[in-house]
């Protein structure tokens, strides 16, 4: 594809929608024949967006059977039916309530795609029933809840996968081995930023009543009771306090995490954060349009980096993390990666590396490792285990905290708290309408 377009279609991959473009048609035609005690019965919670994105990639593997839909919007399962039923794929149950999911002891493992704000709480739940999950990014919406999704898993000892599906990618892998090999020099800033042109402002719109078959109040769950307004559902929940974190947690997670991985970077020892409402001051959404924020390390900072509306990002790329070293930086994106030398009296101080190019499909790749690891048992070959999507989550939300008290943050690795109290008022989210906090 042609680098606009592959971009294009990687903006819809994340939303969840242009699925049909993204996998073949023929998804489910290739399933070889497997006995019925060597199947893996799956339920997916939440399937408007990349919840089915991912359920699609996982049923490619022979072995999974998929069980049940649980969503509380009936027009998203009454949808999702009919596509299966075009690949004469039949599903005996469907809920609204992920509850009767967990009871039935013949399913095996879940696929969480709901928004943000139920993450830690399914994902805990699902633990608990001894349930396998594979649970949408970011992992979860306070860093109070990372701390109990990562104490969920190693409690009850399930299989635990994140849907950073790129660290399942080949060119991705291979790009940090690059940066690993200290070729690049002493690296003293990695950049990672998201430009997200075909994202616009989002008009303000009156409360009203929520569409027939949704069970608003369920969809609600923990976050604060409000009047039911269509910019905060399904996809653009995304923008609001509510409910997630905006782009620094939807795009964040992505390419802060290759910055961190490339660094072998723990949590930083300071942030700061600048940014706002520049181009879209008086729209619907919540998070800043603008933001830009500075990680400390030792030895090295990460900046993170994003905005609306725009597609001209660094290196000309709308999307993408740099890791800029004293002989040269690489420049890692979903299409591929590429070396560029520093020069030094007219020459060059390394051997440049011609783009390099994607060469699979990290969904796919990403759900078969998880399949493969619900089978053998063996936590440590996760691609994306909840600690490592804890840990991009956590710093993502520290970016946040950052912005939201509009100061510089120290944090203290031996307190697990920032050395600011204003700050330490963000490290969790009140829980509403009956619901509380798992405890772990």
């Not at 596509?83 to 509850?99: H, M, S």
């Not at 994902?123 to 999704?149: F, L, Q």
Request: charged letters at 25%; one cysteine or more; proline letters at 5%.
């Amino acid at each position: 594809m042609k680098r606009r377009n592959f971009l294009q279609s990687s903006a819809k991959y994340m939303a969840g929608a242009g699925l049909a473009a993204m996998l073949p048609a023929d998804l489910f035609a290739m399933k070889k024949s497997i006995a019925a005690s060597d199947k893996i019965n799956v339920a997916a919670i939440g399937i408007n967006g990349m919840g089915w994105a991912d359920i699609t990639a996982l049923m490619k593997n022979p072995e999974i059977n998929l069980v049940a839909l649980c969503d509380v919007d009936k027009n998203v399962i009454d949808t999702r039916l009919a596509e299966l039923a075009k690949q004469n794929i039949t599903v005996a149950n469907t809920y609204g309530d992920y509850r009767k999911i967990l009871d039935d002891k013949n399913i095996d493992a879940v696929v969480i795609g709901t928004p943000d704000h139920w993450h830690c709480k399914i994902m805990a739940d699902a633990c608990e029933a001894g349930k396998d999950v594979y649970v949408e990014k970011p992992a979860g919406n306070s860093i109070a809840e990372c701390d109990i999704m990562v104490a969920a898993q190693q409690k009850y000892k399930r299989a635990v996968q994140v849907g950073q599906w790129q660290r399942s990618q080949k060119h991705f892998a291979d790009a940090v081995d690059f940066v690993r090999s200290g070729k690049l020099g002493q690296i003293r800033l990695a950049k990672a930023w998201a430009y997200q042109g075909w994202m616009h402002s989002i008009p303000k719109k009156p409360d009203g009543t929520p569409p027939a078959g949704v069970d608003y109040k369920t969809w609600l769950g923990p976050a604060p009771t409000r009047p039911f307004n269509p910019n905060r559902f399904h996809f653009n929940f995304r923008w609001f306090h509510d409910y997630a974190g905006g782009l620094m947690t939807d795009w964040g997670v992505h390419l802060i995490d290759y910055a961190l991985l490339g660094m072998n970077a723990p949590l930083p020892k300071s942030i700061m954060a600048s940014g706002g409402k520049f181009a879209y001051p008086d729209d619907a959404e919540e998070w800043p349009d603008t933001l830009q924020t500075v990680y400390e390390f030792d030895g090295f900072n990460i900046l993170w980096e994003h905005a609306t509306g725009i597609n001209g990002g660094p290196y000309g790329r709308d999307h993408g993390i740099a890791f800029i070293g004293n002989n040269g930086t690489l420049v890692l994106d979903r299409g591929g990666w590429e070396v560029n030398p520093e020069k030094d009296g007219g020459k060059d101080k390394m051997e440049a590396v011609p783009r390099q190019v994607r060469s699979d499909e990290g969904l796919l790749l990403h759900t078969k490792n998880f399949a493969e690891v619900i089978k053998s048992r063996n936590f440590d070959d996760l691609k994306a285990p909840i600690q490592a999507g804890a840990h991009v989550a956590t710093v993502c939300q520290m970016g946040n905290i950052a912005y939201e008290v509009g100061k510089k943050l120290y944090w203290n690795g031996a307190t697990s708290k920032f050395t600011d109290a204003e700050a330490n008022k963000y490290l969790s989210k009140e829980y509403h309408n009956g619901y509380t906090l798992p405890k772990m």
